[in-house]
């Protein structure tokens, strides 16, 4: 902005020279306006993704920290291939999946344990160690013993395979990759490196050897270390100011002393040096300039927002230009870092006092650290600097900050750390399944049988799971996977009562309790029943519901009942308590018929990331679809030349609707039907018909009275790959 205002005003006054002078001085100015503060310590990595590259640095922990982590072992993408078909006239799917196992290096001193971890900002691994997709997940410590990981000893081969000893890591064996676009994530860790309080020992052990540094760190709940220790001392030393003495046998830091009784220097020693500082005073005093800012801003890992960067910004009125900040690579909460910035800032406020003073006395005691008092001037000063010179001892005061106690500075203020939006750690929700067979719709793209798998959750953050066949031998065949979307399923509370098939229930009640919170059942028209709306499963039969009333606590009552459908009025007087309910509204997972097969204890299995056991359920109305529904509507005439004959209506597979234009077609190649009298299961006679009427003599329904007065004809429609339920009908 300067620049381009100062170039004007140099062209209007003195042409293109002027313009080109104006043009230097407004860069200059923008440079003085515009320019970012200075920064002092390590810059923070923002939770930088996932590397995997050559000679960088992997970093030391310390305490509770979120790092990214370096790649340091990987297999190429697996990936899965299942087909999936739909049965006749639907094309097959195939679905494909990748997975890839791989080794994360987190730190270069061990660990103790992981917590959560991340995946491009979602959480993968949950406070609990559950993993949110399929695989496994195997920590490393970083310990001198540690034995090399079996997956990539197998991989590599036991002699070519590293135990990375020293190095703590995390190792994730056939991850799915699906929830990722099919690669790798981003991946950051929340490592535990020590459960007690850090110490500078901490920070200087196994690199500095020979020290004395048990300087507490209350306040720092983590810390990344990826430079020289110096690097990381100063970055700590404005909030943990240190003395470091090294006169003695061990490298010594100690918090900054804070002597009861100062040690008095004597009148500066004047010098005839015309070079030398002071001269005939001894002394030179000196204070920052203004564009020197006090330290004024932290950035950290804040540990309330899940380690993501924060701010903290020290009170009052800041000087002109850009303020100092400082970046510390460490875990604090929002009131300790406040309380550290306010703490640095009143401290290198202070410290913008300095005063040069030379002396002739010898006194070990006037080393780096001590606290000073002068003559004729007020307050404690402490030696910054020293050097021997050949006309004394040169030292560097600067002022000491007033009221400091020692440990002062590790108290937690009050701060905000603003608003944060953690990922959610939803436990492992449990899978709930049930299973059936649908009627065929007439459809001839329908496959026959239509066998569906529903798997359901109580939470709305299911996963999906794996789905199974179990043949009764135990052995699980894959299926494939079924998908998030889950299955409106529950459980009858009470009884479903007995009604007739041929007229809606306008009186009975059925209570329902769904299995999840968030599932709901709606109102339907007579209209939109006959049009197939609010089909249901309850136990063995077949209803549709015209309303549907809430109760609270997941339950639901349901009336206005259409009862018996799709030819499973058998059902109606079958029911009991706690009859499993399935909501048929198109969801849940159709099923390959051949892969499923037509056992008789042949069940559906469901794996979620929540089972350590497979959750099975059988298959309700098995073979419905191959079965002719039962004949209805029995009735008596008189035959031509005596005797009687039964009538009945046949129904066809796939008559859903009615069609009051034509019959609905027979949907076999022939119409046949089995007839008997008597027991059903040890008949006293039986006729094979073609047409849907049985004739009877009157000397053969007298023989049928003989052998049993109260018996009972069971009319069976004989389909191509079934036999339907009985009609029955008594004797004339």
């Not at 920064?39 to 590397?51: K, Y």
């Not at 009942?561 to 997972?589: N, Y």
């Amino acid at each position: 902005m300067a620049t381009l205002l100062f170039t004007a005003i140099g062209t209007i006054i003195g042409g293109p020279i002027g313009g080109a002078i104006g043009a230097l001085a407004g860069r200059q100015v923008d440079a003085l306006i515009f320019a970012p503060g200075p920064r002092e310590g390590p810059r923070l990595n923002e939770l930088a993704v996932t590397t995997s590259s050559y000679g960088i640095a992997i970093p030391r922990q310390f305490g509770r920290m979120r790092v990214a982590g370096q790649i340091i072992w990987a297999t190429d993408l697996s990936e899965r291939r299942e087909q999936r078909g739909n049965g006749k006239g639907k094309p097959a799917t195939v679905n494909y999946s990748y997975s890839a196992s791989f080794a994360v290096a987190l730190s270069s001193r061990p660990l103790e344990r992981i917590g959560r971890v991340w995946a491009d900002g979602k959480l993968l691994r949950g406070a609990g160690g559950d993993l949110k997709v399929a695989g496994a997940f195997r920590f490393h410590p970083g310990t001198g013993d540690q034995a090399p990981d079996p997956l990539i000893a197998a991989a590599e081969g036991a002699g070519n395979c590293p135990a990375f000893r020293g190095f703590a890591y995390a190792l994730f064996e056939d991850l799915d990759l699906s929830e990722y676009g099919n690669r790798i994530p981003a991946l950051t860790f929340e490592v535990v490196a020590d459960s007690r309080t850090l110490t500078m020992a901490d920070l200087l052990d196994g690199v500095v050897s020979e020290t004395d540094s048990a300087v507490p760190l209350p306040a720092v709940a983590g810390l990344t270390a990826d430079g020289s220790p110096a690097e990381i001392l100063q970055a700590l030393d404005p909030f943990f100011p240190v003395d470091c003495d090294a006169c003695d046998a061990l490298l010594a830091l100690r918090p900054e002393r804070n002597q009861s009784a100062p040690i008095p220097l004597p009148e500066p020693a004047i010098s005839d040096d015309a070079e030398d500082f002071g001269g005939n005073a001894g002394f030179a005093s000196k204070r920052a300039q203004e564009a020197d800012q006090p330290v004024a801003l932290l950035r950290y890992y804040d540990v309330d927002r899940d380690y993501q960067p924060g701010a903290q910004r020290a009170a009052g009125r800041p000087l002109p230009g850009q303020p100092r900040s400082i970046d510390l690579p460490a875990a604090l909460d929002a009131g300790t870092a406040r309380s550290l910035i306010e703490y640095a800032a009143r401290r290198s406020q202070w410290a913008r006092h300095s005063i040069a003073w030379r002396t002739t006395q010898l006194d070990p005691a006037v080393r780096p650290g001590a606290l000073v008092t002068l003559p004729g001037r007020a307050g404690l000063w402490r030696v910054h600097e020293w050097e021997w010179r050949s006309h004394g001892v040169d030292l560097l005061l600067v002022r000491r900050m007033p009221d400091l106690a020692e440990g002062g500075n590790s108290g937690a203020g009050s701060a905000d750390p603003g608003r944060a939006n953690p990922a959610p750690d939803l436990g492992g929700a449990a899978t709930l399944l049930a299973a059936c067979e649908l009627p065929w719709d007439g459809n001839p793209a329908t496959p026959v049988p239509l066998l569906l798998a529903m798997p359901s959750s109580a939470s709305p953050h299911w996963a999906g799971a794996s789905l199974f066949v179990d043949h009764g031998d135990g052995v699980l065949v894959s299926l494939g996977p079924s998908g998030r979307s889950r299955a409106t399923i529950g459980m009858a509370v009470g009884a479903l009562p007995v009604a007739s098939p041929l007229l809606i229930d306008r009186t009975s009640r059925i209570t329902i309790e769904l299995a999840a919170d968030d599932f709901t059942l709606t109102d339907a028209t007579q209209r939109q029943l006959a049009m197939g709306a609010n089909r249901a499963l309850v136990g063995q039969e077949l209803i549709q519901f015209a309303s549907a009333r809430a109760l609270g606590e997941r339950r639901w009552e349901l009336s206005g009942l259409w009862r018996g459908r799709g030819g499973t009025e058998a059902a109606i007087s079958g029911h009991l308590p706690g009859d499993r309910f399935i909501l048929l509204d198109g969801s849940g997972t159709l099923l390959d018929p051949g892969a499923v097969g037509s056992g008789p204890q042949t069940v559906v299995a469901a794996i979620g990331l929540a089972e350590t056991e497979p959750v099975t359920a059988e298959i309700a109305l098995r073979g419905i679809g191959f079965a002719p529904p039962a004949p209805v509507h029995a009735r008596w005439s008189a035959a031509e030349g005596g005797g009687a004959a039964l009538h009945w209506v046949r129904r066809a597979r796939g008559g859903w609707h009615w069609d009051n234009s034509a019959d609905t077609p027979l949907n076999e190649q022939l119409e046949r039907y089995e007839v008997t009298f008597g027991p059903d299961n040890s008949p006293l006679a039986r006729w094979e018909v073609t047409a849907a009427t049985l004739p009877l003599t009157d000397s053969e329904l007298a023989g049928l009275r003989l052998l049993d007065p109260a018996g009972a004809f069971h009319i069976r429609q004989r389909g191509d790959r079934g036999m339907s339920l009985p009609l029955q009908a008594s004797l004339p």
